[in-house]
């Protein structure tokens, strides 16, 4: 007998390897709303993603293992993070379990972006799995955004300081949801304070 899925399996990623140059400290780690960063965005993409959450580390990899192993989130080493947002990503992709039909990629710094701006998104995404769905704003797809496993090589090819959008604007076909939310991201600690204070 045939054993069918009700629904196509999704598992998260996080990016949360970056030198932070321009914040001063790990930014993974700083707080927001007395939560670090990077936990503050695994226990956001955990809803969604019942395959598992990973999370992408190479600064600050040992405390950031601290934050996230209670949770049941898997880290992910990337010894190549300095060389750009690329490897990180390959890196990540390289992890992912062989459950997972599609992935939801999002850096650690969107502390705006809501369990409710995530849900449209996997509603897009589960309405046409078979293409990507990203997070618009500015009239340009960027993630939050989920990869199905068919695009996985193409995201494992970027090299340097690309990212995901590169592959979601190359695509013929997405599904996009409109979140200005995925646009307010923190480079310093004032920012972080600020956008704190703006959310309430």
């Not at 045939?2 to 321009?22: E, M, T, W």
């Not at 890196?91 to 502390?111: H, K, Q, S, Y």
Request: hydrophobic share 50%.
């Amino acid at each position: 007998m045939n054993v069918h899925r009700q629904s196509p399996q999704l598992a998260g990623l996080v990016f949360a390897a970056g030198a932070s140059l321009r914040f001063g400290t790990p930014k993974p780690l700083a707080l927001f709303r007395g939560i670090p960063l990077v936990r503050h965005t695994t226990t956001l993409l955990a809803q969604f993603c019942p395959v598992g959450v990973y999370v992408v580390a190479g600064t600050a990899e040992q405390a950031i293992r601290e934050l996230v192993a209670p949770d049941g989130v898997q880290l992910v080493v990337n010894e190549d993070w300095a060389s750009g947002l690329a490897s990180s990503l390959a890196c990540g992709i390289r992890a992912l379990p062989v459950g997972a039909d599609a992935v939801l990629v999002m850096p650690c710094d969107l502390p705006a972006v809501t369990a409710d701006d995530l849900a449209r998104l996997v509603a897009a995404w589960h309405a046409a799995p078979e293409l990507m769905a990203a997070a618009q704003f500015d009239g340009h797809p960027a993630p939050p955004a989920i990869f199905p496993r068919a695009v996985w090589s193409q995201l494992a090819l970027l090299r340097g300081d690309q990212g995901a959008r590169a592959v979601l604007e190359s695509a013929e076909q997405r599904s996009v949801v409109a979140m200005p939310s995925a646009a307010l991201d923190a480079d310093t600690p004032d920012e972080l304070t600020r956008l704190e204070r703006t959310l309430g």
